[in-house]
């Protein structure tokens, strides 16, 4: 079996939920397709939680395009 690059960020992403216990408790605040204007690029999808007791917040950012490389 052959793995994708894509392969290694997802590992990498679930190394980081399963050692970041704030983000287990998060809030949806807004995403790309709501007025979060982080990103200038159409290519990126950006989300943002936040957990509301310790207030930390996470960009998630992906391709729009989950075919692209």
Do not use: C, H
């Not at 979060?36 to 509301?52: D, G, Q």
């Not at 960009?59 to 490389?69: A, F, H, K, L, N």
């Amino acid at each position: 079996m052959e793995f994708t690059r894509k392969y290694d960020e997802i590992k990498r992403r679930g190394i980081f939920l399963r050692s970041s216990r704030v983000f287990y408790k998060t809030d949806w605040i807004a995403d790309s397709s709501t007025a979060l204007a982080v990103s200038t690029s159409r290519a990126a999808f950006v989300s943002l939680l936040r957990n509301p007791d310790s207030k930390a917040g996470f960009y998630i950012v992906r391709q729009t395009d989950s075919t692209s490389t």
